[in-house]
């Protein structure tokens, strides 16, 4: 049988002492210090993932490092205890391995990972953009907004999700921002962008200002802190959410009932599956990047897919047809942990009509 890995970590301490049930009253130092000395660990087996053409099974391993330890500690010990997550899944039996949550994004975003392994790997970014997208404009449909003539904002524009994500969506909007730290490398990708598509995107490092008049935002960095807060959005807007941990504030969620925060890259799984391990998610569903390792496993792709800074639009393009091939689709939308029901959406917008109206 055709088999695949995903590396997966704690995002905090929580998450730690949810599945180290001993640790729930340590402080939080002493849980990373313990972390730090565990060996990558088997999580779960998981099965039943069948499409027309194939079925496989697969394993979640877990790195045993919080997201704050994976950006503070040293580089090569982080790279060094993902790597062992990789030989872990290797001598699993998996053909190819993903990469999640911040796995995928320190050094060199799995390069380094990959020359180290003997067995394909992905970080799953090229379904994560496509079905960022799709759920952003269809969010915005939902809304009563035509993304075309919406102001529309990429935050994190210059990482590879972003960059790819501001490519695709320049090819279908009339108003897109560029929003990222570095103006140099923003600048790059809006001279991309206008040589190839013909729009000019406007481009700043002031998140709080391009927020003030967006319609519709994706946002995609690999900050530790969460960027976007309650004050910052205006009413109706639709914000989908791709980073881990959220770039938006769960006070946005309790504040604002007339914006519509969805998470990005909720993907329905096809066949019976069973991931064995609970991560907040409907039964069958995954992440967009888990399932981009298992679209690869079922279509026998054993290579390295979606690596390092440089995504192209070609392999989103690539993955959608593989995807959509094997059966994988959009899942709905989820909301800080929870399924946003079309009851949810219509409510709020209501309530960003009703908001807009008493401003007038």
């Known amino acids: 049988m055709d088999n695949f890995a995903f590396i997966i ?52 391993v877990g790195c045993p490092l919080t997201t704050r330890q994976m950006m503070t500690l040293p580089e090569n010990f982080v790279l060094n205890k993902i790597i062992k997550a990789g030989k872990l899944a290797e001598k699993l039996g998996a053909k190819i ?41 269809e969010a915005a449909k939902l809304m009563g ?20 994500c501001s490519e695709i969506l320049a090819k279908e909007v009339r108003y897109l921002t560029l929003v990222g730290r570095n103006t140099e490398k923003l600048e790059a990708v809006a001279e991309k962008i206008l040589r ?12 709080k200002n391009a927020l003030k008049k967006a319609d519709v935002v994706i946002t995609v960095t690999s900050s530790v802190d969460t960027i976007i807060e309650p004050e910052d959005l205006k009413p109706g807007a639709v ?35 069973n991931f064995n391990f609970n991560f907040g998610f409907e039964p069958k569903t995954a992440y967009a990047c888990m399932a981009e390792t298992m679209i690869l496993a079922l279509e026998k792709r054993y290579e390295n897919f979606s690596l390092g800074r440089d995504l192209t639009v070609e392999q989103v393009e690539e993955i959608s047809r593989l995807a959509k091939k094997h059966g994988f689709k959009l899942a709905g939308f989820r909301s800080f942990e929870r399924p946003v029901t079309k009851e949810h959406i219509e409510k709020v917008k209501r309530n960003a009509e009703a908001k807009l109206k008493s401003t007038l």
């Open 9 to 60: 970590h704690p995002i905090d301490v929580d998450d730690a002492s949810r599945k180290f049930k001993f640790m729930k009253n340590w402080p939080d130092n002493l849980i990373e210090g313990i972390l730090k000395l565990l060996p990558p660990v088997k999580v779960s087996h998981i099965t039943g993932v069948k499409s027309e053409y194939n079925e496989i099974e697969g394993w979640f």
């Open 97 to 137: 391995v993903g990469l999640g949550a911040f796995t995928s994004v320190v050094g060199d975003a799995g390069i380094t990972i990959a020359k180290n392994l003997k067995i394909a790997v992905t970080s799953g970014n090229s379904y994560t953009v496509a079905t960022a997208i799709e759920g952003a404009k």
């Open 145 to 164: 907004k035509d993304i075309k003539n919406a102001e529309v904002v990429v935050i994190g524009a210059t990482g590879s999700i972003g960059k790819v």
């Open 196 to 207: 190839e598509t013909g729009l000019s995107a406007r481009i700043t490092s002031n998140v």
């Open 239 to 273: 914000v989908c959410d791709v980073s881990r941990p959220r770039d938006v504030s769960k006070e946005v969620a309790e504040k604002r009932d007339d914006v519509l925060i969805i998470e990005g890259g909720v993907v329905e799984v096809p066949g019976d599956v």
